[in-house]
């Protein structure tokens, strides 16, 4: 049996028709850009993430670059953030010209320990970048009180996160701003690149839209200076095809999460869930200390899986100028030698499942 990580095939045929006949009226309308899909995908993403606004851009890399713009961080600022997370996190605030400040990890959840963040405040700190690894999200009311003390903004990684719940309120409400990914693999996933940012904050929503365009408004009158991260129409449009099975795809990773709980709790460490969150399962990440014999063993049996993330970031070559060493957030360090995600998409049969857990088990 063969089990990829993902099966897009999978999720795409039944809804192929749909796809395509959203497809096919974009290019009749000829609205490739700033097209009504736009608005309409803005208003039902706000709603959902009980925010107040939603901009659509074209990824969710751009989604936290954009936000950090229209934050005014830039050269001379701190960003404190995670190191265990895809390099997006940190990158964008690289490419502003702030620096970035690592903060090891709650080892239960892998996201950002809100213990260890105050001690790395300076007056150089502008904002808190916390991520919600894996579907969970971050310890929101420990961050947002040591941001409201020290003055800080806060922005919100979701890429991972939409529909993901902390204590009733959703991803992307908590924080000044939430960045989503709609990348093919998140839960929710266009055909391509696409992202989004939500905000309660009407005048930093306006600022947002403006940068999108180039910092442009009127058009060809700019006072400030933006980029090109507008929403492609074809995948708004395609977004709003596949929107309406998000909540069902959740309960579908869900329920495999809750399977794979039982069969796999004696063998390895599953994913630890705070009572009061909803997590949607972007992945299903289990923990072991013969982790990478077990990556192979699964790879033999032609099962998908995936290291999220094997390199911490505070240790990348491309970060060596913030002089951090082995050592410095030991948490991060060994997650990433004890993590392996195996697959965990809606999609997945009873034969399936049945089959992975057998070789995880007699793979540890």
């Known amino acids: 049996m063969k089990v990829p990580m993902l099966d897009l095939n999978a999720q795409y045929e039944p809804i192929k028709e749909d796809v395509l006949d959203a497809m096919r009226e974009v290019f009749e309308s000829k609205r490739f850009i700033n097209g009504p899909q736009i608005t309409e995908l803005e208003e039902k993403i706000a709603e959902y993430c009980h925010c107040k606004y939603a901009i659509g851009v074209t990824s969710g890399t751009d989604a936290i670059l954009i936000s950090l713009m229209a934050l005014d961080i830039g050269q001379g600022d701190e960003v404190i953030t995670t190191p265990f997370t895809f390099f997006a996190t940190a990158g964008c605030i690289h490419r502003v010209g702030a ?18 963040i105050e001690e790395k405040i300076s007056d150089k700190t502008k904002a808190i970048l916390p991520v919600h690894l894996f579907g969970q999200i971050a310890e929101m009311d420990k961050i947002m009180e040591i941001a409201k003390k020290h003055n800080l903004y806060v922005i919100e990684d979701a890429a991972q996160a939409i529909g993901s719940e902390y204590k009733n309120k959703r991803a992307g409400s908590l924080g000044d701003v939430g960045c989503f990914s709609f990348f093919p693999s998140k839960n929710l996933g266009c055909c391509g690149d696409g992202g989004m940012v939500t905000t309660n904050d009407e005048d930093l929503a306006n600022k947002i839209k403006i940068l999108r365009a180039h910092g442009s408004k009127p058009k060809y009158y700019h006072k400030v200076i933006g980029g090109n991260f507008r929403l492609d129409t074809i995948q708004a449009a395609i977004l709003l095809k596949k929107f309406p099975l998000l909540e069902k ?8 999460a809750e399977y794979y709980n039982e069969k796999l709790k004696s063998y390895a460490e599953i994913p630890f869930v705070e009572n009061y969150n909803k997590m949607i399962y972007n992945q299903y990440t289990i923990r072991s200390k013969s982790r990478d014999k077990l990556h192979q063993h699964l790879i033999d049996s032609n099962i998908g899986n995936a290291i999220y993330y094997p390199v911490p970031l505070h240790l990348q070559k491309c970060f060596a100028n913030l002089e951090y060493k082995i050592g410095d957030c030991p948490e991060s360090e060994k997650a990433a030698n004890e993590v392996l995600s195996i697959p965990i998409y809606p999609e ?4 399936q499942k049945n089959y992975i857990v057998e070789k995880v088990i007699s793979g540890i």
């Open 99 to 116: 620096k970035t400040v690592f903060v090891d990890i709650d080892p239960k959840t892998y996201n950002i320990n809100p213990e260890l």
């Open 348 to 351: 997945l049969s009873n034969e």
């Open 249 to 256: 795809w959740h309960k579908g990773r869900q329920k495999n």
